[in-house]
């Protein structure tokens, strides 16, 4: 069985509301080596903890979901 086709809108949304950090604007863009990587483009003073958490989700998500050509 493979893995669930999402758009990058999709992916966003799903990696925004795990990470609950607010002034956070997640951008998902296609990876060679991943597949797929998330990179938050805003957050007020916890930009560096907010890439972790996004980092942390992806990783979990990327094992029932594959960017969507």
Do not use: C, N
Not at 1 to 21: F, W
Not at 38 to 52: E, F, G, L, S
Request: aromatic letters at 6%.
């Amino acid at each position: 069985m493979g893995k669930e086709e999402k758009t990058e809108a999709e992916l966003e949304e799903m990696i925004a509301q795990r990470i609950v950090v607010g002034g956070v604007y997640v951008s998902v863009r296609r990876d060679a080596l991943l597949g797929w990587r998330p990179m938050v483009i805003t957050a007020p003073k916890h930009a560096t903890y907010a890439q972790q958490l996004a980092d942390e989700v992806a990783t979990d998500l990327r094992k029932k979901f594959v960017l969507k050509d």
